[in-house]
């Protein structure tokens, strides 16, 4: 019998729709929760950076004047940066303190008013496990929480979603060690789940549709009763050099 | 009323479990079809490269000696090879005839039988098509196909699925001049939607367990009439100098 009828073994991703505009102090749990109360054991809870930015108060003022507003955003990015990696005209690659490596620090104009900036917020998992425990406070259940932003990728067209922040999973599943059904010895089979937890929750987030949190049912996320290790941890550093 | 209950408007990633080894020569739709017959139009059906490159006779036999084998495999590497963009010790990150930069020119050596080491698809795309085809021909539901891959990314921990074939839906989709919510005007939203499809897959698949095809179900594909213009196009060159 194949996944696609019987017992259900695969997975569902279902987007969150109908959370209200967020601003700097409301409380993303609880709207969350509002907008998907069915939120059930073992769900990992997938939510766009900017959400959290924005709850958290990691929004710049600028003006409306495009000039300015520019202004701010290359000076946002100057602040968040501990790197430069690689310019391409006025398109920065870097490092930032975080240790992820992106275009523009993260910073970032869309999905937020006019005369507003976004920056990331400053400890995703940080974000990730405050929000996982106040989910579990709040209704008893165990769920995880990634935190996801855009990013492009060298040598790929296209941006995709990865994890930035990490509670209740390993960000990496570590299966060096062992072996395929042929016998052969997996060498280089570090998953990173999170990083395709994020993908697969943006396809039915959109950022057009500003839905910013998708759940992801079905998974089999190894029952961590604690936070686990984050994201930053190993950390995000270049694997080529 | 959230997408948790009510209508589905999320979606599946089911997996497509007890397909038979695959040999040269096997007829691919037909072992898809036999364990998903349920294969539904504007269903996504995400396969490993693995599966693909078997059935296209990509193998090449090798000694069961470990050192005869990694030096055939080195040997495939540079005959795969276009360009070595970065070393480090043994391992060489290229860029394939296809225009991918990868690990070992996707060369790899798991999920084979001992004595034989695999090659990526000579045209993924084609495959892609190929076996859209098929599946159209033999039930007349309009299937998209995307042909998967690992990949390690440059600055991230872990390796993710990409999409390296794709036929029936834009690999990549151009969103740059829409507008967000906000009226902001979107320029850097191209999404890479065929490598977050392959990288949803993957959730389900797995390396350990064999199963090397899965189906994305609920996706809106756009309705694509024609085979799309696949992973290859735009090429996949470096967006980072």
Not at 97 to 123: C, F, K, T, Y
Request: glycine share 10%; hydrophobic share 45%; proline share 6%.
């Amino acid at each position: 019998m194949s996944g696609l009828d019987g017992p259900v073994t695969g997975i569902a991703v279902l987007p969150v729709p109908g959370m209200a505009e967020l601003r700097p102090g409301d409380d993303l749990a609880a709207e969350i929760l509002r907008c998907a109360p069915e939120l059930a054991d073992g769900d990992v809870l997938v939510v766009t950076s900017k959400a959290v930015s924005k709850v958290e108060g990691r929004l710049i003022a600028t003006s409306a004047d495009p000039a300015e507003r520019e202004q701010a955003r290359q000076q946002a990015i100057s602040d968040e940066t501990v790197r430069v990696i690689a310019r391409r005209g006025p398109l920065r690659i870097v490092e930032t303190r975080h240790g992820l490596v992106m275009a523009a620090a993260g910073v970032d104009a869309s999905n937020v008013a006019d005369g507003e900036i976004a920056l990331l917020p400053v400890d995703p998992d940080g974000s990730a496990r405050r929000l996982r425990a106040e989910i579990a406070e709040r209704t008893g259940r165990q769920v995880a929480v990634v935190v996801s932003d855009s990013m492009g990728r060298p040598w790929r067209h296209g941006i995709a979603d990865v994890a930035i922040g990490v509670a209740g999973l390993a960000a990496v599943q570590d299966r060096r060690g062992e072996r395929d059904r042929y016998g052969n010895l997996l060498e280089m089979t570090e998953v990173a789940v999170a990083d395709e937890l994020a993908a697969a929750a943006d396809l039915v987030k959109g950022k057009l549709a500003g839905i910013p949190v998708a759940v992801v049912r079905g998974l089999d996320t190894g029952g961590y009763a604690d936070d686990g290790r984050g994201a930053a941890a190993p950390p995000c550093r270049p694997r080529w050099s």
